[in-house]
């Protein structure tokens, strides 16, 4: 936060919703009306609408300590748009509700929207609504995203076969490895406050924790190369907790192979660093933002050859043959979801 700024009370709801409105023009042809009305108005021209809601709370979500305002503006943009990337669909606008204290200012305000327009930007966006509240606890973000697709496109949870092949981008891991070391330095420094933090050699993990990015590409190689997944989610929860509410859904079970899991060697030095598991990070870390989804067993080939970034690391199977993960020695341990719920 701005160590000296304009007081919210005094300039006034009205024109801090300005302020912010002259921020993020208009976009996107389905964009009608914008902030400025009780309600966006939005046309898709036919397509079926997907819409999802993000909240995050100081203390609980994010800490500022070590989360730069415009960070985390541009985070809660990404944790949003990925679970409408994960129904097959495109993101086309955002509508923001932010609660605030006494203690944050008008030009705090301005860094969360300056996040915001970052990701606005990137992901071609429009801030179509915007609502403000005072609080009594601190900082809250909300962000409803509203996207489009064709009825035949769209993909849920539910729609897992057995055989299926299970496939994830990016890798895993990383972001919780990036806050492990963020909270290392930030209890180094209560206790000595003229502590330097020791963040030098960790850009990359730090980076996927402060300022991830959501899975346009993986969704545009989807899109390109016609192939509709099964099943998928945004993969958010750590991999076994997201990897269960797709068997669930779909009534299967799967099998995960552990020597198939991408996780990326600075989460792996980070992990032995601090004498953790970069397995049990990828496992039920979370904060990753990659898509996990099922295809037929058929697609295969075309997976390896034109979805880069994208690996397979298991398969769907029969209900009753339960959830496993599967070791390098063929030893089969059941997979539990030990992290968010």
Known sequence: MAAKGTDIADFGAVKLLDRISTAFPISQPSTVSGIGNDAAVINNSGKQTVAAAQLMLEGIHFDLTYTPLKHLGYKAVIAVINKIYAMNAAP???LLSLGVSQRFTVEDIDEITEGIAAACKRYQLDLAGVDISSSFTGLTVGITAVGAAEADQIVTRSGGKPTDLLCLSGNLGAAYMGLQLLRREKTVFEANNNAQPQLEGY???????????????TFNLLTNNNIVPTAMISAVNGLASDTLQICKASNCGVR???????????TFRMAEEMNFDAVTAALNGGDDYELLFTVPLGMHEIIQKELQGVDIIGHLCDAAEGNYLITPDNQAVELKAQGWE
Do not use: G
């Open 92 to 94: 086309v606008q955002l």
């Open 203 to 217: 850009n990359y993990i730090l980076q996927r924790y402060l300022k991830p990015e959501a899975q346009q590409e």
């Open 256 to 266: 995960i192979y552990l020597e198939r899991l991408p996780i990326a060697s600075e």
